[in-house]
């Protein structure tokens, strides 16, 4: 038998032998990195593109300033069609911002990356936004009809009563010179209506005093998701949640589950007594929600608990955040195209015929406003950037092929700003919508929603909600730039500024 005395002399052995273990671990590891970025150099060589730094690639570049987008567009003038991009020194991205490349990739139902998406999961899971293959078939094929003609008709009058709460709020604002913060503003508005309109839910959360809590994990969230790609460190799992901005996000995620928790709990309470749509509809209109939780698919399979979750994270996400950044973005446009305003304004006045409120039947009725809308998506993109992971190898229309495991990254701002594409790019003009104009371009020279197999589901409710909220605002306020205080715009989840979005505004009957 060992003696008690005899274990101390072993120790230091055992600490010797624990370090030799975790040296070669180490080493190991760093060799297969080093390989595949070996790979990766290799299979990108076809596509050249800036300098990058060793080990920091080109995230130094991107100085989170409000000038990382434009040094994207100025990129693509030196690197035509698509330029590697690396984040550290082992993840690369192909960035891709011409059509022709776009229609290649989008065309697929090649997956979501598996880089930056996957920070996603903790917070909505598996929807519809990150999953794939047979799942993601699956899924959207069981909530497209939540996005039917007949669902989407009754959201008008929700989406006019919610934006009516924000402009009346606005009337302090109008009766001074005093420029205003327009992104929280839009952001309760946008929230109040996805929670009425897919949720049936009357939260009134735009008279909550304070800052939503809701909204605040989502801000929170998109801030830390986009640190994460950002810092290499931060990629490995461990390393972050050892973090204390590991810490800020699952606080974060923990609010915003528990927001959508409750939303769930209260309407499976509701749907005890009643399981067929059916007998749901003939005692009110039918939402997002009930689609979601009464779905079955051939084999009479309904979504999980697990799935109805991710989806309602996503929807709720989705819903609201990137509706709010285009909302806001073309006010901002708005202001600083009096012109074009107000021949907006002229055309929503003529199509309201004095009411003041609008209905389905008049969202068709505003083209020039439609027009003005998509140009100012054009310009600010409320989903700057998308990206996908091929499982197989892609050739582009110029012979140049990315290897299967490749990550492809879209810069839909890239695109949008392609002086190749777009005559004078900066500038806003609306008329570049008409129709003979859009006919002689790519379908993929505008792809605000993305394109193809997957695409924006929610993209009619989107462009809906905005129209609603443009026609009523121009109704009401006349929208002047302030022009001491620009935007500072910076790609996080969603499109956003540093310093906000500000406006003035005036009453349309005090205009000068």
């Not at 570049?61 to 990129?75: A, H, I, S």
């Not at 109008?174 to 309760?188: G, I, K, P, Y």
């Not at 039918?286 to 009479?300: G, M, S």
Request: glycine share 4%; aromatic share 10%.
């Amino acid at each position: 038998l060992c003696t008690a005395a005899q274990f101390p002399s072993s120790l230091p052995h055992m600490h010797h032998l624990l370090a030799l273990l975790l040296l070669v671990v180490a080493v190991c590891k760093l060799t297969a990195l080093m390989v595949e970025r070996r790979e990766k150099l290799r299979n990108l060589e076809a596509f050249p593109g800036p300098p990058a730094h060793w080990l920091f690639g080109h995230v130094q570049e991107f100085k989170q300033d409000g000038t990382e987008l434009d040094k994207v567009v100025k990129w693509g003038k030196q690197y035509p069609f698509a330029f590697q991009l690396w984040f550290g020194p082992f993840v690369s991205f192909l960035n891709i911002h011409h059509p022709d490349y776009v229609k290649t990739l989008l065309s697929t139902t090649e997956p979501k990356d598996d880089f930056g998406y996957r920070f996603f999961t903790p917070w909505i899971g598996d929807g519809l936004l990150v999953s794939s293959g047979q799942k993601w078939f699956r899924n959207r094929r069981l909530l497209t009809p939540g996005f039917h003609y007949d669902i989407l008709k009754p959201y008008v009058k929700l989406m006019s009563d919610s934006a009516k709460t924000m402009l009346d709020k606005w009337e302090s604002y109008a009766q001074t010179s005093e420029s205003f913060e327009l992104f929280e503003h839009v952001s309760l508005m946008t929230l109040d209506s996805i929670m009425k309109c897919a949720f049936s839910c009357n939260s009134d959360c735009q008279h909550e005093g304070g800052t939503n809590a809701y909204i605040k994990a989502v801000y929170d969230l998109s801030f830390l998701i986009n640190l994460r790609v950002r810092v290499a460190p931060y990629h490995n799992n461990i390393i972050f949640h050892l973090s204390p901005h590991g810490f800020r996000f699952r606080k974060a995620v923990k609010v915003a589950h528990h927001h959508t928790e409750e939303v769930i709990r209260k309407r499976r309470e509701e749907l005890k007594k009643e399981t067929e749509l059916d007998r749901i509809q003939a005692k009110r209109n039918l939402d997002f929600l009930d689609i979601l939780l009464c779905a079955t698919d051939e084999k009479q399979h309904s979504l999980s608990d697990e799935d109805i979750r991710a989806e309602v994270d996503t929807f709720m996400f989705e819903g609201h955040d990137t509706t709010a950044s285009g909302i806001s973005f073309i006010l901002y446009c708005l202001a600083c195209n009096p012109e074009h305003q107000q021949m907006c304004r002229d055309e929503i006045m003529h199509a309201l015929e004095g009411k003041d409120t609008i209905e389905w039947e008049d969202l068709s009725k505003i083209p020039y406003t439609t027009m003005c809308i998509k140009e100012s998506l054009r310009l600010y993109p409320p989903v700057p950037g998308i990206a996908r992971k091929i499982t197989k190898p892609l050739t582009f229309f110029d012979g140049r092929t990315a290897a299967a495991g490749s990550l492809v990254g879209t810069s839909v701002y890239g695109i949008h700003r392609n002086a190749t594409v777009w005559e004078n790019p900066n500038v806003f003009d609306p008329l570049r919508f008409l129709p003979e104009n859009v006919s002689s371009r790519s379908p993929h020279a505008f792809v605000p929603f993305s394109a193809g197999p997957r695409n924006c589901i929610g993209q009619t409710f989107a462009m809906n909600e905005m129209k609603v909220v443009i026609a009523l605002t121009l109704r009401r306020y006349q929208l002047i730039e302030d022009p001491n205080r620009k935007p500072k715009i910076v790609p996080r989840l969603v499109l956003r500024s540093l310093n906000g979005i500000h406006i003035k505004i005036k009453p349309v009957d005090q205009q000068p």
